[in-house]
T-cell receptor
C-alpha cells in the first residue's frame, strides 16, 4: 500500500504546453512537498505547502487538505523542465511518491 | 555554504564487503536524513537525526545498516556484508527546525554491489 500516489507516471509534452501532475495521499500530514529530480540524482525542493496555493515563476502548487490531493502545474513548459517530479508528505516521517517523469519536447 | 555534500558519489563493491558513506549537511541544520532510492522509484526513508540523536529508523534499515552522527554535524551510513539488493542511490538531506520542514538534498551516493 502506497501512502502517496502520483499520476501520471510518465508525461510527454510539447514546449509551451500547460502541464499538471497530481498527487493523492492517504495519511494525515503536516506538509506536502514537491521535489524535482534531474538525471544523475540531484533533488531540489520546489514547494512545501500545508494549505492553499504557492507560485514560483512558472510553477504553481495547490493542495486540498480535505480531499488529500495536491497538484503541480507548469505553465509554458520548456525542455529544461524535463525531470522527475516527486510528491512527498511528512507525517512523523517522509513518504514519497514514485515520481512523474516529464519529457518536454522542443 | 555550498549545500549538502556526500562522499563518495559512486561506489562499486563486491558482495560481502562493508561500505561507508559520508554526508555533510548544511552547517546550521540540526536535522539530517538518510534515504534510499532504487531505479524508477521515489526515495524511501531510512533514518533521521536531530543533532546527534537518532530519532527514528525504518524497518528497511536491517541489522547490517548503521548510521551515526557523533557530533551533530556530519553523518556516516555503514552497510556491512553488502548484498546485491543494497544496490541503490543513497540520499542525504538536512533541514533546520524542530519538525520535518523544507529539506535540502545532497547529490547522493550511487552504490553498485557486484
Amino acid at each position: 500500500k502506497n501512502e502517496v500516489e502520483q499520476s501520471p507516471q510518465n508525461l510527454t509534452a510539447q514546449e509551451g504546453e500547460f502541464i499538471t501532475i497530481n498527487c493523492s495521499y492517504s495519511v494525515g500530514i503536516s506538509a506536502l512537498h514537491w521535489l524535482q529530480q534531474h538525471p544523475g540524482g540531484g533533488i531540489v525542493s520546489l514547494f512545501m505547502l500545508s494549505s492553499g496555493k504557492k507560485k514560483h515563476g512558472r510553477l504553481i502548487a495547490t493542495i486540498n487538505i480535505q480531499e488529500k490531493h495536491s497538484s503541480l502545474h507548469i505553465t509554458a513548459s520548456h525542455p529544461r523542465d524535463s525531470a522527475v517530479y516527486i510528491c512527498a508528505v511528512n507525517f512523523n516521517k517522509f513518504y514519497f511518491g514514485s515520481g512523474t517523469k516529464l519529457n518536454v519536447k522542443p | 555554504d555550498t549545500g549538502v555534500s556526500q562522499d563518495p558519489r559512486h561506489k562499486i563493491t563486491k558482495r560481502g564487503q562493508n561500505v561507508t558513506f559520508r554526508c555533510d549537511p548544511i552547517s546550521e541544520h540540526n536535522r539530517l536524513y538518510w534515504y534510499r532510492q532504487t531505479l524508477g522509484q521515489g526515495p524511501e526513508f531510512l533514518t533521521y537525526f536531530q543533532n546527534e540523536a537518532q530519532l527514528e529508523k525504518s524497518r528497511l534499515l536491517s541489522d547490517r545498516f548503521s548510521a551515526e552522527r557523533p557530533k551533530g554535524s556530519f553523518s556516516t551510513l555503514e552497510i556491512q556484508r553488502t548484498e546485491q539488493g543494497d544496490s541503490a542511490m543513497y540520499l542525504c538531506a538536512s533541514s533546520l527546525g524542530w519538525d520535518m520542514g523544507e529539506q535540502y538534498f545532497g547529490p547522493g551516493t550511487r552504490l553498485t554491489v557486484t
